[in-house]
């Protein structure tokens, strides 16, 4: 290539970026992006959203087919929460904070259990202007998600 000749990454990426030789690893737009990939997933803010996500999914999923199975939101909540924390404890511990010790369960339950009480008391709002339960649990996911994941990593598996 050229010096005067780029690698054809900001056809692919809109930014104002000078994608010449000089700043594109060997191998072009193709290995750059692959770089930009591998250092997105070595960032444990990233793993946390990624883990969160697929957490936050299976949480969810319990919630409703308990809602689903006719129980009351309050009790759909606990048994979401009961289960999802066992799941999320071992997800967020190995896939984010590389922790595979099982006596930070206690703290970890201790976490869920005040994100359990703010989630509900979410809920009970929502529900005092009778806003469908389906729709209140998936507008407190994100306040809870970023309530679990300060308190997990400020208590829980600190460095």
């Known amino acids: 290539m ?18 010449s030789e000089d700043s594109c690893p060997t191998g072009g737009p193709v290995s750059y992006i692959k770089s930009l990939v591998r250092k997105l997933f070595s960032s444990r803010f990233i793993r946390f959203l990624l883990v969160g996500v697929l957490n936050t999914i299976f949480g969810y999923t319990v919630f409703a087919f308990c809602l689903f199975l006719g129980f009351h939101y309050a009790l759909a909540i606990l048994i979401a929460t009961i289960i999802g924390t066992l799941f999320n ?42 806003i469908n339960m389906y729709m209140s649990g998936g507008i407190v996911i994100p306040i809870v998600a970023v309530l679990s994941f300060v308190l997990n990593r400020q208590f829980v598996f600190k460095e």
């Open 89 to 130: 404890f071992k997800t967020t511990g190995k896939l984010v904070f590389n922790s595979t010790d099982n006596r930070l369960l206690i703290k970890f339950i201790g976490v869920y259990v005040v994100v359990y009480a703010v989630n509900a008391g979410l809920l009970k709002f929502f529900n005092a202007f009778e």
């Open 2 to 19: 050229r010096a005067n000749e780029s690698c054809g990454l900001e056809k692919i990426v809109d930014v104002d970026t000078d994608f």
